[in-house]
């Protein structure tokens, strides 16, 4: 009997979880996400080429600030 009291409290705990775990995946499963059609413009590219003029200006902004300036940060992660 006292074997059956100290696993009561386990099994109503496990009988919670269980409870809880199916009622999340059914309420889950019946959510409809709609997916906005105008979505695949939200993720192109917005310019294929940089603007070397911002960047050149960012760059001086930039260049004091930093322990490594942004050229010399590309050139030290090129690829041969």
Known sequence: ??????????????????????GGSIYYQSINIDVNPNAQSYT????????????????????KSFPVSPSEFLVLTESN
């Open 44 to 63: 192109g590219a917005l310019r294929p080429t940089f603007d070397l003029e911002e960047l050149s200006k960012v760059t001086d902004r930039t260049e």
């Open 1 to 22: 009997m006292e074997l059956i009291k100290k696993s009561l409290i386990a099994l109503v705990l496990l009988l919670v979880v269980v409870l809880a775990w199916i």
